[in-house]
């Protein structure tokens, strides 16, 4: 059985949809997923696959907006292929990276963690609802970081269980972090948190997106993380998430 099936024939130029590939090595998987995001005419699903080395091929060709990926799946799983994206250095055609969303069941937190350092922009559960899908890779597309709730709740409850200071400590430590940031940081990090891009974070405070891009930026050198993802666990952790959507 053909693992690999592309979507409108040749890649697309221009601006119109975000253009997605998706890679679940589970069929039904990956017709749901297609099934979901084609319900939005905003977004087209251009190619997808059952293997992790093939997804990274045909992101190399369609050079799509967002790259859906199973986390966990025979071969290459999500962490390997989201890494060779990375590595390939595929650009859209307006010439922003790739994004990646990992897809993830409950029980896989670890894999979670190791995309995170990995590079992924999003997490989402697989029995999640399926606005968050569209919400998830709409946000990754925009350069936004978007972890579900359900997942951002599972890596801080897998981090407090594993740290050795415990849960509280972890907290503190965490909530110490985002106290030595300016109250401007502060608030630009719980709007990362909460799923905002660099427009929308603009639009929100006032600002130019110049001026968010630039306080991102600080916001990451002085958390010590590699990306938007991994700061808004961060957030999450310090609980600094919940008062931007609240």
Do not use: C, W
């Not at 119109?16 to 319900?39: Q, S």
């Not at 994206?85 to 990646?100: C, D, M, V």
């Not at 509280?168 to 909530?175: C, D, K, N, P, Y």
Request: aromatic fraction near 2%; avoid cysteine.
């Amino acid at each position: 059985m053909e693992r690999t099936r592309a979507v409108g024939g040749t890649p697309t130029t221009g601006g119109a949809p975000i253009r997605v590939v998706i890679a679940d090595d589970e069929p039904m998987v990956r017709a749901g997923v297609r099934a979901v995001l084609t319900t939005d005419p905003g977004i087209e699903v251009v190619a997808e696959t059952g293997n992790g080395h093939e997804a990274v091929e045909l992101v190399r060709r369609y050079r799509p907006d967002v790259a859906v990926l199973d986390i966990r799946m025979p071969g290459a799983d999500g962490i390997t292929t989201a890494a060779e994206i990375r590595r390939a250095a595929t650009t859209t055609p307006s010439g922003a990276a790739t994004g990646i969303v990992m897809l993830t069941t409950f029980g896989e937190d670890d894999y979670i963690l190791r995309a995170l350092g990995g590079g992924a922009n999003g997490f989402l559960i697989k029995s999640g609802e399926p606005e968050e899908l569209i919400a998830g890779v709409r946000a990754v597309a925009d350069g936004a970081a978007y972890l579900s709730p359900k997942v951002a709740a599972r890596v801080v409850a897998h981090l407090a269980s594993t740290g050795v200071s415990g849960p509280a400590g972890r907290r503190a430590a965490a909530r110490e972090q985002v106290a030595a940031l300016t109250a401007r940081e502060r608030d630009v990090l719980a709007l990362v948190a909460a799923g905002l891009s660099n427009g929308q974070i603009a639009r929100r405070i006032g600002v130019v997106e110049g001026t968010v891009k630039a306080h991102v930026s600080s916001v990451l050198a002085r958390l010590g993380v590699a990306n938007r993802a991994a700061a808004a666990v961060l957030a999450h952790e310090a609980g600094l998430a919940a008062d931007a959507r609240g």
